[in-house]
């Protein structure tokens, strides 16, 4: 019985820092949509946030920076964790493929997080540069693997799954600014896989 009593102050106590962690990232991203990077750092997080300075250190020792990383790491598991569930659903590797993409154009549909994790401006981009490319470099080989003995002898599924990623990028950018578009460039982005799977040696 005492034991059982130990743990749920405990478990209380690591709630109360997910919560404290998780809101100060979203404090970070909050400031970040309104004034970009310019408008980020430690002291304003923390302004915002209603904690300390030191408290908002003690989550992230790295400050802003790995306030950012962090945001950027978990939006980009958010959308292979969203992808995969969708693809695993998918009966055809059109569907699986085209799934992925539906995926991010989902999340980046949400303005202030595809602007974030999308759009990424020449001083953030050095920044985030240990985090970028997970996801997409994940979803690189599910589609070469759903692309495996379905193309053409002598083209790579690798090098198809690439360009595949790169329009998928491009439609994200556009939805991050203008989410109204998500239907009209995943359908887009479908007839080009569809294509791709149904072309002909030598065509």
């Known amino acids: ?3 059982m009593r130990e743990k749920k102050p405990t478990r209380l106590r690591d709630r109360n820092r997910l919560r404290t962690r998780q809101e100060l990232l979203d404090t970070a991203l909050d400031l970040f949509e309104v004034g970009g990077l310019a408008t980020c750092s430690v002291d304003a997080v923390a302004k915002k946030a209603g904690t300390s300075k030191t408290t908002a250190y003690t989550y992230f020792p790295g400050g802003i920076d790995e306030m ?3 945001q950027y790491r978990i939006i980009g598991e958010r959308v292979r964790m969203r992808g995969e569930q969708m693809r695993n659903v998918a009966t055809t590797a059109e ?4 799934a992925l993409t539906a995926a991010l154009l989902e999340v980046c549909a949400e303005p202030r997080v595809g602007r974030f994790y999308m759009m990424l401006t020449p ?3 050095p920044l985030l540069e240990p985090v970028v490319g997970e996801t997409s ?3 690189r080989k599910l589609i070469a693997d759903d692309l495996h003995r ?3 002898q002598g083209l790579s599924p690798l090098t198809c799954a690439t360009l595949i990623l790169g329009a998928g ?3 994200a950018i556009a939805v991050a600014r203008e989410p109204s578009q998500r239907e009209d460039l995943l359908s887009a982005l479908r007839m080009m896989v569809r294509a791709m799977l149904s072309a002909k ?3």
């Open 1 to 3: 019985m005492r034991k």
């Open 68 to 70: 950012l990383r962090d």
């Open 95 to 98: 569907d699986r493929i085209v």
């Open 123 to 125: 001083a953030l981009s």
């Open 137 to 139: 470099g994940h979803f």
């Open 150 to 152: 379905k193309l053409p």
């Open 169 to 171: 990028r491009e439609a």
């Open 201 to 203: 040696p030598g065509r």
